[in-house]
């Protein structure tokens, strides 16, 4: 029922920021919880961030509290993942995620993905 693609990854230096971005198509975005989670090579995908349909409320692991911001704007379907103060062990593949109504912090719990944005960080 919706389609994400998400973009905005790249290569920037240890402490730098970027910013990630999910577009959204399909039925309304306000019916969806999302997320992002994240996997490096050889590494199995971990959750990152959530947020709820209304953006009421969100959820971050705890080694990106304080560093990454989860954001959303349902009226332009679009998810934002805010990331300051990036180190190497933040080099990864981003994922957005979409599942209908709650959150969850599991892969599993998401029925739809976007193609993934690579971000690497150098030291």
């Known amino acids: 029922q919706v389609q994400l693609v998400d973009s905005g990854g790249g290569l920037v230096q240890t402490g730098g920021s970027l910013r990630l971005s999910c577009a959204a198509s399909?039925?309304?975005?306000?019916?969806?919880?999302m997320a992002w989670f994240r996997q490096a090579p050889g590494k199995e995908r971990e959750f990152v961030a959530a947020?709820?349909?209304?953006?009421?409320?969100?959820d971050y692991a705890d080694f990106v509290k304080g560093r990454f911001t989860i954001s959303r704007d349902n009226v332009k379907k679009m998810l934002y993942l805010q990331m300051n103060s990036l180190s190497p062990e933040d080099t990864a593949v981003y994922y957005c995620?979409?599942?209908?109504?709650?959150?969850?912090?599991?892969?599993?719990?998401?029925?739809?993905w976007g193609q993934g944005t690579q971000v690497t960080v150098s030291s």
């Open positions: 995620a979409a599942r209908r109504y709650t959150t969850g912090s599991r892969k599993d719990d998401y029925p739809y």
């Open positions: 399909g039925r309304a975005l306000s019916s969806y919880a």
């Open positions: 947020i709820s349909t209304n953006g009421a409320s969100t």
